[in-house]
């Protein structure tokens, strides 16, 4: 570890420590909050340590021809922003980010906005923005010579842990809640190779088992209360800044489940913004399921209010969260760049999954809120047609297939979940649907299935 670069300064009171003297379950001694990385040297203008915006901007576009590996990931490409390895060969990468940003044009179209685009981290290598997360936090646990990581999830960080792990020779031990996380993302923390944990509990209580764990065993934590996890989810700030020539978007919509990810976003721009790369901050909008949306709750208090868990349910699996670790994080994010906290229906999530599948790209549910969120915030006037908006993909469509299946079998949503749809909702939902069907293997059959389906 670099600790002349970097130390951790807790969330909650401010206290400083270096890297190596934080507690296994990352919570500061004094107050029990979460910390975030801080490196002293760039506070001081004209300093040695302090990047410099031009140098920068010319060299991460550089990189992109390098023949380097590291210079092939979207994070390490950025690694003067990331100073906290005493070694960059120590980095265990599989070519994480540099994600496509897609223009949603029917979208855009619909919702009458004229720059509408969606930023897949669903593209990363094991399927979703969990890998720019792990590529950093991981790198720590082997410069730090962990033999063991572990993770609690609903599925996308022990697959992305449990892949970066076996690239660095860690064993690594999964712990997920049972049925409540799809096959595909199951699948892949078997293939990796890790321990792989279903224990009779929601992901709140995973993690909480799992804090008990690290502190009695020697293994490095790498859910997002780990700050090096977010050190890395900040680096698509980074990509979306560069895609934009270093303007930024005016709106950045991103799902909300135990809430690092927004952080990690949000304390990217703000990074950039501190260093001279970018004038401004995008507004920064988090998105819940209705049924799992502890921050909308707390928000809609008001000032001064703190979080009250509540029994998650959704669909998106996900995000179906109760107790999110990272939400004074969030919570300071969302009010420092402006932007909106709100929640979706599961019809509406359901529908925004379905179109964003129909422009081509797919998302696993809990990155559909986005376009449902932005739905709700265009028909408020809250995002003018001016406006430029960036949804974030969290995950490839891939991950959940059976979401998609039962959506378009008709099966997906109960009758409560349908019961307390609007008209247009249920026609919407009905129109989007593109079940397989069963025909014999005749020229005839399939050409009166295509007339089936109005061709
Ligand atoms: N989207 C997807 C696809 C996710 O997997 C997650 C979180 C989120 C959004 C929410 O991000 O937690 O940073 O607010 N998945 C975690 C996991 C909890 O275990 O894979 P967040």
């Known amino acids: 570890m670099n600790d002349n670069l970097h130390q951790l300064r807790c969330f909650g009171c401010g206290a400083r420590i270096s890297g190596p003297e934080a507690r296994p379950d990352f919570r500061c001694a004094a107050c029990g909050d979460l910390f975030e990385v801080e490196y002293p040297g760039w506070a001081k203008r004209g300093g040695p340590d302090r990047p410099n915006p031009g140098a920068l901007k010319w060299l991460w576009r550089e990189r992109r021809m390098s023949a ?7 994070v390490w490409r950025f690694r003067e922003l990331l100073p906290f390895l005493n070694n960059f060969g120590n980095a265990v990468t599989l070519r994480e980010g540099n994600t496509p940003l897609y223009p949603l044009l029917r979208a855009a179209k619909t919702l009458g906005i004229d720059q509408l685009y969606a930023k897949h981290q669903g593209m990363n290598p094991t399927g979703s923005f969990k890998d720019t997360g792990m590529t950093a936090a991981i790198s720590v646990a082997r410069e730090r010579g962990f033999e063991w990581v572990a993770c609690a999830s609903t599925g996308n960080t022990s697959a992305a842990m449990a892949a970066y792990a076996a690239r660095a020779g860690l064993r690594s031990l999964v712990l997920i809640p049972e049925g409540k996380t799809s ?67 005016d709106h950045l919509i991103v799902p909300g489940g135990n809430l690092g990810n927004s952080s990690a976003l949000g304390k990217g721009f703000r990074e950039l913004k501190e260093l001279g790369l970018v004038a401004r901050l995008p507004r920064i909008t988090v998105v819940q399921a209705a049924g799992a949306n502890p921050l909308v709750q707390m928000l809609a208090k008001g000032p001064g209010a703190t979080l009250e868990p509540v029994e998650a349910h959704t669909h998106a699996t996900a995000i179906r969260i109760g107790n999110p670790a990272s939400w004074r994080k969030a919570a300071e994010v969302i009010e420092e760049t402006s932007g909106w906290c709100i929640d979706v229906t599961e019809a509406e999530i359901a529908i925004a999954k379905a179109e964003l ?75 989007l649907r593109r079940n397989a069907v069963s025909v014999g293997a005749t020229p005839s059959a399939v050409l009166a299935a295509m007339k089936g389906a109005g061709v």
């Open 183 to 249: 096959w595909g993302k199951l699948s892949q923390a078997m293939d990796y190779g890790a321990v792989t944990c279903q224990l009779a509990t929601d992901f709140d209580g995973c993690l909480r088992l799992l804090t008990e764990i690290v502190r009695e065993a020697p293994i490095y934590l790498l859910n997002s209360v780990n700050p090096y996890r977010l050190e890395g989810q900040k680096t698509p700030a980074f990509e979306i800044a560069e895609a934009f020539d270093w303007n930024v978007p």
């Open 357 to 431: 599948g129909a422009e081509g790209l797919g998302c696993e549910p809990a990155s559909a809120v986005t376009l449902a969120g932005l739905k709700k915030l265009r028909a408020k006037s809250l995002i003018g047609s001016s406006d430029t908006v960036v949804l974030l993909l969290t995950g490839h469509t891939l991950k959940d297939a059976d979401y998609t299946i039962d959506f378009h079998r008709g099966t997906l949503l109960s009758e409560e979940e349908k019961a307390g749809a609007s008209e247009q909702v249920t026609l919407k939902l009905d129109a």
């Open 68 to 74: 380097e590996t590291l210079d092939h990931s979207g």
